[in-house]
C-alpha cells in the first residue's frame, strides 16, 4: 500500500479540525443553553446553532443546495450525541473551566471556517471584500445565533476580544494567496493559520479593542 | 352530484384544521405582542411571525419559491383581519385565557406542520432526520421567532414542556409510515395525529422535560 | 455636449437618496450600537445591518443572486468608512442629536426602499399585498435586525409612531400608480414621495398609533 500524499494527509487534518471545532462550537452553545436554564430541547436547538447556524447563512446568502449538513448528516447526529454526552457528563463539571478550555478548539474553527467560507465566496464569484464578509459570517454567525436565542447581545460585538477581525484577517490572506497564486489548498492553510493564531494570541496576550466613548 | 370521496373529505378537514392552526399561531403572537405593549403594527408583526414564520423558514431553507403565504395570498389578509378583529374584542377579555384556550388549536397545528414539513423536505430529497429537523422547524420556528422579536428567550427552549419533541415524533412517524409503503395521506395524518396527541397528553397530564443541574 | 434628460437627472437623484439613505440607515446602527457599549466590531456589524439588512432579505425572499451589495461593492466599502469616521467624529459629540439629525435622511430611505422593494417585488410576479409587505420588509427589516442584535423590542414595532404604515402606504401608492397605467419611474417616485411626506409629516406633528389595552 503506498503511503498517503501530502495532500491526503492534509485534507485528513482538515476533516479532523473541522470535526474538533464543529463540537467546540456546540459546546459553547452547550455552555450557553446550560447558563440560561434552558430545557433539554432548548440545550439542544442552542448547541446545534451555535455549530452550523454560521455555515448555514453561508450556504443560503451563496444560494447553495444542499447544506452541508444535509451532504453530511453524521454531523446533526453528532451535535445530537453531543449534547446527550454532556448532558451526562456535565452535571458534575462546573460550565466556566469547560468554557476555557473550549477556547482552544474554537480558535482553531475560527480560522478554519473563516478561511473556508472566503473561499467558497470566491468560487461563487464574489468580489474580495464580500468573500471575506462571507468567511466572517461563517465564523462568527453561529455564535451570534447562539446568543440572540439566549437573549444576549451577541459577545463577538461586545467584548472587545477581536474574534470576527481574526478571521476578517484571515479572509484576507486567502485573498492574497489567491492573488498571488498559490493553490487553493495553500491559501485555505495561510489564512486559518493566520486567523487561528491572530485570535489565539489574542487570548494569550489579553488584546482589547478600543473602547468608543458613549458619553461623548 | 356526487357524494364526496373519503380523499377530498381528508383535504377539506386538512385545510381546516391548517387555518384553524395558523389562527392559533396568529393569536399566540398577538397575546405576546399586547403583553410586551407593541403597537399595532407591532401586534400584526408579531402575528404574521408567529403564523407564517416556522412555513417560511421551511421554504427558505429547501428553496421552494414561491413562498406558500405568497401562493396563498388570502392567508396573509386572514391574519390581518384577525388582529384587528383581536383588537376590538381583546380589549375586554383577559389575555390568559384566550392563550389558554388556543393551547388546542395550536396542538392541532404543531402536529400538521410538523408532518407537513417532513414530507416537503422528504420530497425535496433530504435524509430521514434531516427531513424530521425540517418539520420541527416548520412547526416550531414562527413561535420561536415571535419570542425573539419580543426579546423574551423562546418558550419552546425553555419552559420544559415538549413542543418540539413531539413534533420530533411526528416526523418519525411520517418517515416510518413512508418506509413502510404506506400513501403519502395516510403518512401525513398518522405524523400529525402522534405529534399533535403527544402535545395534548404533555399539557393534560403535566409532562415535564428533566432539568439540567447549572449548578454541576 | 447635450444637457441630461429628465430621465437622467431622475436616476441620479435616486442615487443620491438612496446614498443619503444608506448612510442615514448606517449612522442608526452605529448610534445604537454605541449606546450599548459594543465594541468597534460589533458597531460595523450593527451599522451593516441596519443599512443593507432590509434588502438583503428582500433578495432573499424574492431569491435574487448577487444581493445588491455584492454588485455595488463600494457600499460596503462606504459603511465601513462611515464607522470609522463616526469612530472619530462621533467622540465629541451627543448622540440624540446626532439621532435627530438623521431622521429626515432616514424618512426619505424608507420611502425609497419601500417604493423599490414593492417594485422589485411586482418584477418578480408577487401579489399586491405581497409586494406591499416585501416593500415595507425592504424597509424596515434593517432597523428590526439592528434592534434585535442591540437585545432590544424593534422600535418599529413598539414606539407608537407610524413607520411600517407610511412604508405600507407608499406601496400601494406603487401599485395604484401601475395599475393606472403610469410609468415605473413615475410610480416608484409617487410611492417614495408618499411615504416619506407620510413619514415625515407624522414626525411634525407628532402622531401616535392608538394603543391596546393589555390589563384587558
Given amino acids: 500500500m503506498a503511503a498517503p500524499t501530502v495532500l491526503q494527509t492534509l485534507t485528513a487534518l482538515q476533516a479532523g479540525i473541522e470535526v474538533a471545532a464543529m463540537a467546540a462550537f456546540a459546546v459553547s452553545g452547550i455552555v450557553a443553553a446550560v447558563r440560561k436554564r434552558l430545557d433539554p430541547v432548548g440545550v439542544v436547538v442552542v448547541a446545534w446553532l ?14 447553495r443546495r444542499p447544506f452541508f449538513w444535509v451532504e453530511q448528516g453524521w454531523q446533526v447526529w453528532g451535535v445530537l450525541l453531543l449534547c446527550m454526552a454532556a448532558l451526562g457528563v456535565m452535571r458534575a463539571r462546573h460550565l466556566r473551566p469547560t468554557e476555557r478550555a473550549m477556547q482552544w478548539p474554537d480558535a482553531l474553527g475560527l480560522g478554519l471556517f473563516a478561511a473556508n467560507g472566503t473561499q467558497f465566496a470566491v468560487a461563487a464569484g464574489m468580489a474580495p471584500l464580500n468573500a471575506v464578509v462571507m468567511g466572517v459570517i461563517t465564523a462568527c454567525f453561529g455564535g451570534v445565533l447562539r446568543d440572540i436565542v439566549c437573549n444576549e447581545i451577541p459577545a463577538t460585538l461586545r467584548d472587545h476580544r477581536p474574534y470576527a477581525l481574526c478571521a476578517f484577517a484571515g479572509g484576507w490572506v486567502v485573498i492574497g494567496a489567491g492573488h498571488a497564486g498559490f493553490a487553493a489548498d495553500i491559501a485555505l492553510i495561510a489564512g486559518a493559520v493566520t486567523a487561528s493564531a491572530l485570535r489565539a494570541a489574542g487570548l494569550v496576550f489579553d488584546w482589547r479593542l478600543p473602547g468608543w466613548r458613549a458619553d461623548g
Wanted: proline letters at 0%; charged letters at 20%.
Fill in 50 to 63: 451555535a455549530a452550523f447556524g454560521g455555515g448555514t447563512l453561508r450556504d443560503l446568502l451563496l444560494d
